[in-house]
Each structure stands twice: as structure tokens, then as C-alpha cells.
């Protein structure tokens, strides 16, 4: 079993930057990919941005590209999401999941995940 537990949301304006982190506990990662999702108010959940646990691969919807930065932290168990250049439409509850390593390339797809966090929110206004 997987714990995933977000924080870092918040209200911030246009232009600014936030730094949401997903803190994982219970089995080893090493073999999941890990995934960050988002669902804004009245629509369904969307990807966002996806790697691997272990190694480089990145994988980010075209919305986000160049402004925001999935890394991870192995000695703390963290994934984080980096967002530069918020847009009043990056609104929405964003969530962290994790994915089996052999489903990574489903790692758009809300469904192919195995474990979810309970959401943080994220709020930019104009």
C-alpha cells in the first residue's frame, strides 16, 4: 500500500509561482512512475505532468509545458511539481498518483493509476 499526501496549494496571482510536493509513504517506488493531475471546478480530472520514479523521463500536457517541472527527491520520498508562470486557468485542485511501472505508458490516463493523494487546492487570480 501507498500513502500519498500533497501540500504547497494556495491562492497567488497571475505571474507568480508555486511549488506543490507530494510526500509518498508505505511500499517502495522504485518501480512506479509517478503523476500529477488536475481538476478544475465542474470538470473532470486532467493530466498534468508525469515521470518515473527512477530515471529521467518527464511527460507534460501541452498547457504546461515550459512552465511547469516534475522532479523528485529520492532521499525524502517527495515528488514535486514546480509552477512558474501561473495562469488564471492553472486554477483547479491538483492531485499527486502513482502509476505501476509496467502501465507507464497509460500515464495520461487518471484510470491507470494505482494510488491518489486527497488534493491540494490552487488558486490564481488575475
Known amino acids: 500500500q501507498v500513502q500519498l499526501v500533497e501540500s504547497g496549494g494556495g491562492l497567488v496571482q497571475a505571474g507568480d509561482s508555486l511549488m506543490l510536493s507530494c510526500a509518498a509513504s508505505?511500499?517502495?517506488?522504485?518501480?512506479?512512475?509517478m503523476g500529477w493531475f488536475r481538476q478544475p471546478p465542474g470538470k473532470e480530472r486532467a493530466f498534468v505532468a508525469a515521470?518515473?520514479?527512477?530515471?529521467?523521463?518527464?511527460y507534460y500536457t501541452d498547457s504546461v509545458k515550459g512552465r511547469f517541472t516534475i522532479s523528485r527527491d529520492n532521499a525524502k520520498n517527495t515528488v514535486y511539481l514546480q509552477m512558474n508562470s501561473l495562469k488564471p486557468e492553472d486554477t483547479a485542485v491538483y492531485y499527486c498518483?502513482?502509476?505501476?511501472?509496467?502501465?507507464?505508458?497509460?500515464?495520461?490516463?487518471?484510470?491507470?493509476?494505482?494510488?491518489w493523494g486527497q488534493g491540494t487546492q490552487v488558486t490564481v487570480s488575475s
Open positions: 508505505g511500499r517502495t517506488l522504485r518501480t512506479y512512475g
Open positions: 498518483a502513482a502509476i505501476k511501472g509496467s502501465s507507464w505508458n497509460l500515464a495520461n490516463n487518471p484510470a491507470s493509476y494505482d494510488y
Open positions: 515521470r518515473l520514479w527512477s530515471g529521467f523521463t518527464t
